[in-house]
């Protein structure tokens, strides 16, 4: 019971701290590796990334959203949204009231981002502060006419150094002051696409560059004097898992290509039938063992995947590690887009910064309980959203959590003071009840005694 008090005090304690540290805006340096697979963690070596982990804190699994590709993934992390709600259901999309097409490269419509606010926009709507990007997918739109005050227009031709030097420049130099910022790499996607997760060799060298980079970025972050007070997080979209020539699903083979347009292709196939749904559905049912054919109104509610005009009226989703094609070979040895229950499409997180805990591991959070989280650090009132701050509480100084294993602790130990507690007075009572007999024969005989005498 003492243990439970003082834990309880403490946490009470910790949670009521003075507002000295809040005195400076606190700041938050968001940054994506794309395609960082959880397990390369433990599969690989990255000393740097390792040392960052030890002074700060590691999620190892963090369960993203489905379909697991790229621009959704990162606008659920920013808006704390299923895809769904946020509106970017996919890389390439249609939408059929306004016949509008969206793709990786022509994203620039507000339109397709309007669905949601991202909390670089939020964080604007503040006085006296400002976001910066280096790049991140919708960093570059204007989003409910914002965009962040400095920004990139997205090009994979600008070098990690460059984003890191101009990103840190605006941290620094700017008023009002960026207090959210983001920071966006394409490795280890691109490699993990053309080379698979199963390639080491090639993996090797490309997860060591990046540890390189993660490298460079705390090393400018301490000589800029920026480490301390800054608050990074280091995550990403989704992972990755290996595919095969021999694992093809070619829907050539299944129905005529004619009576339907495809809008999305691989791993979860976006289909618009032309004229009759049933048709195309049918057909592609039995087109193969190793994919699940939806119908709109059937896509698992898991999936939080299908109140969206977005979301075409068949989807098709392919086993781990299939691919759909269109009569071709293999386009590429990696791919990811897969079942978000998958632990290969998971990402990690990592963070460091006066916000966070040091050399504290925690399992799995959700990637929308990131969003309630970056706005609980800066301050900001959260949009709706489809996180819970309560699953990163362990990851906050500022923050009253028991995890797991002290929660047992914790019983266990009130079981055995209580146990002690019942022992003691099993035994009190006894040694009590011990004379009892005595005194009471005593009083009898002091009964009797008058009807002797
Ligand atoms: C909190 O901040 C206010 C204003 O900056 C200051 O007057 C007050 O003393 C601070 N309180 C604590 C406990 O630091
Ligand atoms: C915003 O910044 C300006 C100039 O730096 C300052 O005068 C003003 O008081 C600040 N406003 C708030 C609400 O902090
Ligand atoms: C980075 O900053 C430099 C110096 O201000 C500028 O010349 C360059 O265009 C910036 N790079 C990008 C991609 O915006
Ligand atoms: C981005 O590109 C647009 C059009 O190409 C241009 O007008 C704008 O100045 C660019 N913005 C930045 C920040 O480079
Ligand atoms: C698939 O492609 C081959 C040539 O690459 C062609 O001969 C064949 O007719 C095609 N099949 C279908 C169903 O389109
Ligand atoms: C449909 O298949 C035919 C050959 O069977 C091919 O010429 C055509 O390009 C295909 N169309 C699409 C949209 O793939
Ligand atoms: C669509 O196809 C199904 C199955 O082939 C058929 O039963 C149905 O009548 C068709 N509907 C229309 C509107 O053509
Ligand atoms: C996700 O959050 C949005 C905004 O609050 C809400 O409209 C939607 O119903 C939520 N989705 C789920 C599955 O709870
Ligand atoms: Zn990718």
Known sequence: MKLLVILLFSG??????????????????????????????????????????????????????????????????????????????????????????????????????????????????????????????????????????????????????????????????????????????????????????????????VLKEIDDLIGELVHKLKVLGLWENLNVIITSDHGMTQCSKDRLINLDRCIDNSSYALIDLTPVAAVLPKINTTEVYNKLKVCSPHMNVYLKEDIPARFHYQHNNRIQPIILVADEGWTIVLNKSLPKLGDHGYDNSLSSMHPFLAAHGPAFHKGYKHNTINSVDIYPMMCHILGLKPRPNNGTFGHTKCLLVDQWCINLPEAVGIVIGALLVLTTLTGLIIIMQNRLSVPRPFSRLQLQEDDDDPLIE
């Open 12 to 205: 009470l304690i910790t949670g009521c701290r003075g507002n000295s540290s809040h005195s400076l805006p606190p700041k938050l340096l968001l940054v994506s590796f794309d395609g960082f697979r959880a397990d390369y963690l433990q599969n690989y070596e990255f000393p740097h990334l390792q040392n960052f982990i030890k002074e700060g804190i590691l999620v190892e699994h963090v369960k993203n959203v489905f379909i697991t590709k790229t621009f959704p993934n990162h606008y659920s992390i920013v808006t704390g949204l299923y895809e769904e709600s946020h509106g970017i259901v996919a890389n390439s999309m249609y939408d059929v009231i306004t016949k509008k097409h969206f793709s990786d490269l022509d994203d620039k419509d507000p339109f397709w981002w309007n669905e949601a606010v991202p909390i670089w926009v939020t964080n604007q709507l503040q006085e006296n502060r400002s976001s910066a990007a280096a790049m991140w997918p919708g960093t570059d739109v204007p989003i409910h006419n914002t965009t962040p005050s400095y920004f990139m227009n997205y090009s994979s031709s600008v070098s990690f150094e460059e984003r890191l030097n101009n990103i840190t420049t605006w941290l620094i130099n700017s008023n009002p002051p960026v207090t959210f910022a983001t920071l966006y790499w394409e490795e280890p996607d691109a490699s993990g696409h053309k080379y698979g997760p199963e390639d080491k060799e090639n993996m090797y060298r």
